[in-house]
């Protein structure tokens, strides 16, 4: 395994001419209301071959092959037709799938603290670019900034970004997103749309432009400092800031506005997570009644004790009712929202069973459709690994080449439940002093939201338990814990994943969690262990194959590192197979096709369209 000192990517660059077809970035960004035409598009990259294009495969029904271990919510039967993607597609995220910037020797992204060429915020791709590539942008008519710098371009490939961008390649549609790059809005027309993929224009990327105050209210405020830790149960880290709020709604209110100008009759939008609680209310009082507005919230829901300290929670749950579909990654979190609804609203009919709500004359169906993994991608990236990347990574990091790897690789989030794995394995260590020198836990923690002063505290917090730790166990030839916030690129994270003796997975709460389905695709020698949180959506799916931790149980969480390292290599064999069949068979394109599927019954028939609620199946 071999972690690349220089990173990989463009091979090319181009010279962009200055002057051109660009806008000026300050003036009003007043738009009409016409639709996009290939003719509205500024000129951008036309060499280079594109992102992946595969297609969405329609295999909603796909059956997890071990039966005791069911995949994603497969109640219903679904055509090809019916998976597809609708005509008129309009997505909405926060971020976007591609992000012009000019090239001003590595930058570092302000959002998360890594370098610009890769790296997560979010798996889901909608908080920031899970996995992005850079690329040059071909030389071409750009905007009136007198850069005269080449103008890169960051194409996703990874997460839900790369999963949605082939689809609306395929169907021409539009999607909607924060115009975060440097040279974005040189390159787009007068309604601030842009066609991409650069190369080959498939699709119109409509960009909002969002200042740096509305960032900061919006974004690192009432979306990461309120809803974030309130979604995952830190009601004591909760900070209201006085604006907050107000451009919460603001920045809504701008996406919303920009939803309109690109609606048709027969418009689906499809918003993605938390940062758009208020928009589909705004969006459904201003686009066609035959239009339909779904949702997917990638992370938790909370209890309606928690939500009661969500500031203008109502609203919120107005808000999020303006959609005809409103997706969970899991049950409980689909049950959790209509709790808070019932609780709440009480002017709003629940159904349970039915999973539907009846708010201000418009049905909300609720649904719960776990989220997978590009499975292929991860099990194909490993397997092109070698054994010189290993011996490099090992050396790189003075691992001993013998000893056994557990890994961990997270953003550095208060949710991840980092401090928590940290005293496991100090316990670990402490009951097991024939481990010393023969296994080393590898930790890749990537920063994420430093300027939030819980990211900050917390990453302190991580440093020095490590530091503690190593200076406890450690010897001269050896150390426990190989902590690390290098970028790590994609190859050599499947490098990683493939090799890890033991993947540790121990969230306090998260929503899903893609890191412990990309350890199970990666582990093609099917002799690795995973250890899971029963807080990680992801537990649902893969829990009676993983081997189960209480991150909070330290003792318990501890002697589950032991048993991992001594499972004999049937059981670990046993175990990841049946772990592969659960992650290959519910993979991203599955659960596209499964939003899709549900998207256009929601569409064609309204809520009523879907008989009885989806439901994930039983473990
Ligand atoms: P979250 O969305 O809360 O960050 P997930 O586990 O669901 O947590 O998703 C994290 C995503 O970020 C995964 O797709 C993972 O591969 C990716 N990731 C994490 N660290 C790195 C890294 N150093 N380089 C590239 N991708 C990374």
Redesign the pocket.
Known sequence: MRVHDEQSSPTHTYNLRPGGSGRDHERNRDVDSESDSESDSAATATSGSGPGSGSVSGSASNADTDSNHPTTARTMQTSNTESSCPDSLIVVSNRQPYRHTYDEGAGTDEENG?ETT???????GS?SD??SQSRPQNGADVGPNSNTNPISVDEPT??LTAGIDPVLQEANGTWIAWGDGDADFDVTNQRDCVRVPPDDEAYTLRRIDLSEEAVDAYYRGFSNRVLWPLCHGFAELVEERSDDLEWYRTVNERFAAAVADHASDDAVVWLQDYHFALAPRMIRQTIPDSASIAQFW?IPWPSPATFDYCPAHEEILEGLLGNDLLGFHVERYANAFLDCVRRFLPDATVDHEQGTIQYNGQTTRVVATPMG?DAASYDQQARETDAEQLLSLFDRYDIPRNSAIGLG???L?Y??GIPERLTALEGFFAENPRWHGDFTFIQ?A?P?RTEIPAYARHGDIVRSEVDRINRRFGTDDWQPIVYTE?????ED?CALYRHADVMI?SPLI???????Q?YVAASVETDGTLLLSDRAGAHERLSSHALTIDPTDVSGFATAIGDALSMTPQDRTRRMDALRSSVFGGDIDDWMATQFALLRRVHGDGAAGIESRERTQPM
């Not at 290098?486 to 994609?490: G, S």
Request: charged share 30%; no cysteine; glycine share 16%.
């Open positions: 890594t890769g790296t997560s915020d979010s798996g889901s908080d899970s996995g990874g997460g990638h993994v690789v997270d953003r989030d949710t991840k890749k990537t994420s290098d970028y790590v690129e994609h994270l997975v998260d929503g899903m969690n893609l890191v412990a990309e």
